[in-house]
């Protein structure tokens, strides 16, 4: 089947990883296959708070316990099956006040229906340029295979995150290998307005001896999402992580608005 076909071409990279970074702490999010129809605009904010995260630098990237990550994005359908969208990203650190943290280019793209596919598949490509503290000194590429499945009420999704640092190797002659960071959600629809989710977020980490520690990440966020209106969805949900690698308690929020 070409979906596990793809998940495990995916896998198989992982494990030629090698620093795993933090989970994304400006969007956390499980994209779905379908993209915005044509000539529609969306504008989605981003609120999220890490009341228990990172304590200490790793490299130039700042401890993320107490921050508050504000991101804005603005998508725009250019055909039935292509959108793209750029970000505005800002952070509040304690002691430090508010701060731009960088910025994102993306573009997704999905199967036309005609296709007539058992499961709905997209991808996504995502340009980064963070602020060193917010993401590491250079800029990354994102590409994530996605594939979806709605079973009545019920939908399920797999985004196959491949992240790579596109400074690698300039500077301390180090390579970088791609990232594994696979994401899923669980759905079901309770209502017109109200449905339940589960979401997990992870990078795979190794260890370099016995007594090394892991430098996996595993999140599991439980949330809901509102329909507040034909233009208006919430989403709010409180994650924990069971590893120290990443950040274990976190409080995030996601509010869409079409036009």
């Known amino acids: 089947m070409k979906t ?11 494990a030629l990883t090698g620093h795993l970074s933090a989970q994304d702490p400006f969007e956390i999010v499980v994209y779905p296959a379908a993209t915005l129809t044509r000539g529609e605009w969306e504008l989605e904010t981003h609120l999220n708070y890490t009341a228990r995260g990172t304590t200490t630098f790793d490299g130039t990237v700042a401890p993320t316990e107490h921050q508050t990550h504000l991101s804005f994005e603005l998508s725009h359908g250019i055909t039935s099956w292509w959108e793209a969208s750029a970000y505005f990203l800002s952070a509040y650190r304690p002691g430090l006040g508010a701060q731009y943290a960088g ?7 999905s199967a036309p229906a005609r296709w007539k ?36 009420a019920l939908r399920l999704g797999l985004n196959a995150n491949l992240e790579r640092d596109l400074g690698a190797g300039e500077a301390g002659g180090t390579e970088q290998e791609w990232e594994f960071e696979p994401s899923a959600v669980a759905a079901y629809r309770l209502s ?66 079409d036009f």
């Open 4 to 14: 596990r076909t793809v998940f495990m071409i995916a896998l198989s990279l992982s």
């Open 103 to 109: 910025w994102r280019l993306r573009s997704r793209v």
């Open 117 to 152: 596919l058992p499961v709905e598949v997209g991808f996504s490509a995502e340009l980064e340029a963070p602020r060193p503290a917010y993401g590491g000194a250079s800029p990354t590429l994102e590409l994530s295979p996605i594939v979806a499945k709605r079973f009545g």
């Open 192 to 257: 017109s307005v109200v449905t339940a989710r589960v979401e997990y977020h992870g990078a795979l980490g190794e260890k370099t001896g016995p007594l090394a520690a892991s430098t996996a990440v595993h999140q599991i966020f439980p949330g809901v999402d509102l329909d507040l209106g034909k233009e208006i969805a919430l989403g709010l949900s409180v994650g924990f992580g069971t590893t120290s690698a990443g950040n274990r308690l976190v409080f995030a929020s996601r509010l869409e608005l």
